[in-house]
């Protein structure tokens, strides 16, 4: 029963849809003589001080929804009711942020305008057994005051925890290797029903431009996340310690804006997802067991630095200061590069792929019909008068759009609609292409009677012609003159190796349209698993519990740095080290290590040679774990393979 776990532990709870946009939590009161942090900091004197970060961000363009402006930890507020009001003028939820319990919460929700709570240690500690009691108390105060749903973030929980909160990783640093554990422990969660999990965008210390990037890029395709300042470096300006997105300098802040602006456009399939995954218990952040069940590879730990977004995206994170990404598995089926276009046929192993700071590897799986909103920076900013659906077609697929008020409980009580577009396309070769798009059904406050209908359909070829029922469409030159009509189509070969532009205008009900004569990119396979000798230009010592650099040369690095006439050597001239010995090394990236290859001393010496050995590997320096092979080695028999199963490995 695929779904037993959350018909006895509860489904995961739907978030309201400006809680799926990015988030912001600072002190804004330090001014205050019992905050415990700096009382000096400009521009968070007061309360009121949020309301111009507010004013940073639409000036900057930045896409971003809600902000939690205070702290708990002596900050408290101050003019919150005027502070709510301002900060919704321009398109921004407040929320609180608490240490210290929620004994105003009726009034904070009903009359100051509060919608969203974040529970911390402070409060909810004692050995965190108070901290599915502090997060229920925080879901009545919300729901018990007004009619919007509950948005209650917490550090702490377990089963039954997804039916009421976010869950985030704590105090986390702005690093590689934080970010690199970050994945599988976010994707882990949702194994357990918790759809919405994760961590602050590049931590809460440290960090650098770079990792802020690299977080908020792939942070962007999941449900919901946030920025937490306060203790940054200082950055890009004296005066800053801020983790907001638009804070930083070029070329940082438009890739920041573009995740983000994509993220806005894709709220829909998001927003679809997540109710998904109230219904059914499987989270919009999936493992890739989880949609590739069968897949001896998807089962086991080797795909631990990807996901899927979703049923339609496959997202592999950046997580090491590289503009490469390898060890990319594609699952059986055609994938295309959403931002080139290209189509690749799985299953197999994708490496080399060219990822510069502003690319995340991210591929579209085949038959995906993706709704799009219209460009904006916050939920309500404009009506969602015009749909687009991005459309992969291969074979037939399906795709059940979800939509209510996006803030109140009214859909719990039937407020919502559905909508099912189908699309019947050859698997391969050339043909029709026919978009079923049914009515809408249900209804809710706010709903559009009708609405206007675009479609971008990634095809091999351009059209032979394009109709609506029995209407044929006009076929235009160029992206502009596409923009200024009101319906029509066009095919631009250059966009992502060729999409088809579709206007099909307004409707109010079900009507089909259909591209006849179009080609089906074919695609090429991905190879498999890398062979051969991995690089060590990247490898590092990580840890060395012997080394002789006094009397010689024999640092840990000689070990593998390619060099025969350079050995690592155990201390010897302040006295004998020890047996064991250990070294650490860190790969660099995650690897399909199925084989290491001892060289003895090349220099005639014959101290020093391994005896006997343990192989480990990890993704973390901290756990790591039994190990993979142990043997005894004959020196006759030198040089020789250490084999241990195939494993993948960061270190």
């Not at 942070?219 to 800053?240: E, H, L, Q, V």
């Not at 609609?417 to 009515?439: E, F, K, N």
């Amino acid at each position: 029963m695929p779904d037993g776990y959350t018909d006895v532990t509860g489904k995961p709870f739907l978030a309201p849809i400006w809680g799926l946009e990015l988030g912001n939590a600072d002190c804004f009161n330090a001014s205050n003589p019992d905050y415990q942090g700096d009382h000096n900091r400009a521009r968070h004197q007061t309360t009121p001080d949020v309301v111009g970060y507010a004013e940073d961000a639409r000036a900057a363009d930045m896409p971003s929804g809600w902000f939690l402006p205070n702290d708990g930890y002596g900050c408290g507020y101050t003019d919150l009711p005027a502070t709510a009001s301002q900060l919704k003028a321009k398109g921004f939820k407040t929320g609180l942020w608490t240490s210290t319990g929620l004994d105003n919460i009726g009034w904070e929700v009903a009359t100051a305008g509060s919608r969203a709570v974040k529970t911390d240690v402070a409060w909810i500690g004692g050995g965190y057994k108070n901290a599915f009691a502090g997060v229920q108390q925080a879901v009545e105060g919300i729901e018990n005051n007004s009619d919007a749903r509950r948005f209650v973030w917490t550090v702490d929980g377990w089963a039954g925890t997804q039916r009421n909160a976010v869950v985030w990783t704590g105090d986390t640093s702005g690093s590689w290797d934080a970010m690199r554990w970050h994945v599988p422990a976010i994707t882990g969660a949702g194994l357990s029903a918790l759809n919405y999990a994760t961590g602050d965008v590049n931590g809460i210390f440290g960090g650098s431009p770079q990792t802020y990037v690299r977080d908020l890029q792939w942070k962007t395709f999941t449900p919901a996340f946030m920025t937490m300042s306060g203790w940054g470096a200082t950055n890009p300006r004296a005066g800053y310690q801020d983790k907001q997105p638009w804070r930083f300098s070029e070329p940082y802040l438009s890739i920041n804006r573009k995740y983000q602006k994509l993220k806005m456009r894709l709220m829909s399939y998001l927003y679809t997802m997540s109710r998904v995954a109230a219904e059914s218990g499987v989270p919009s952040t999936r493992a890739m067991v989880l949609e590739y069940p069968n897949d001896p590879v998807s089962r086991g730990n080797q795909t631990s630095g990807q996901f899927m977004a979703g049923d339609s995206f496959l997202v592999a994170p950046v997580v090491s200061d590289t503009s490469t990404r390898d060890g990319i598995y594609l699952p059986a089926g055609s994938w295309t590069d959403y931002w080139t276009g290209k189509v690749y046929n799985g299953p197999g192993w994708l490496n080399g792929y060219a990822a510069p700071l502003d690319t995340l590897p991210l591929f579209v799986k085949a038959g995906a019909i993706v709704p799009m909103w219209p460009q904006m920076n916050h939920s309500g900013e404009k009506p969602v008068s015009t749909l687009t659906y991005d459309i992969h077609p291969r074979g037939t697929s399906a795709f059940n759009l979800y939509e209510d008020d996006g803030r109140t409980r009214a859909y719990k009580s039937g407020a919502y609609a559905r909508q099912r577009v189908d699309v019947a396309a050859p698997t391969s070769g050339t043909g029709d292409v026919t978009i079923s798009v049914g009515a809408s059904s249900g209804s809710y406050t706010g709903k559009p009677a009708s609405r206007d209908y675009e479609f971008t359909v990634h095809t091999a070829s351009r059209p032979a012609s394009v109709t609506r029922g029995s209407a044929t469409l006009t076929a235009l030159r160029g992206k502009a003159a596409y923009d200024s009509a009101t319906t029509g189509w066009f095919y631009d070969p250059a966009d992502r190796a060729g999409t088809l532009w579709i206007k099909a205008g307004d409707a109010s009900g079900a009507f089909t349209v259909t591209a006849t004569r179009v080609g089906i990119p074919a695609g090429s396979p991905v190879g498999g698993s890398a062979s051969g000798p991995i690089d060590r230009s990247a490898w590092a010592p990580v840890h060395v519990d012997s080394q002789e650099t006094a009397a010689e040369d024999g640092a840990a690095g000689n070990a593998f740095d390619g060099d025969t006439s350079t050995i690592w050597h155990s201390q010897w001239s302040s006295g004998d080290s020890t047996l064991p010995h250990e070294i650490q090394i860190d790969l660099g990236a995650r690897y399909d290590v199925d084989s290491v290859t001892l060289l003895s001393r090349q220099d005639g010496g014959v101290n020093g040679r391994i005896g006997q050995y343990e192989l480990y590997v990890s993704d973390s320096t901290s756990a790591w774990g039994p190990p993979v092979a142990r043997a005894r080695l004959r020196t006759s028999r030198l040089p020789r393979e250490w084999r241990s199963p195939r494993n993948p490995a960061a270190t």
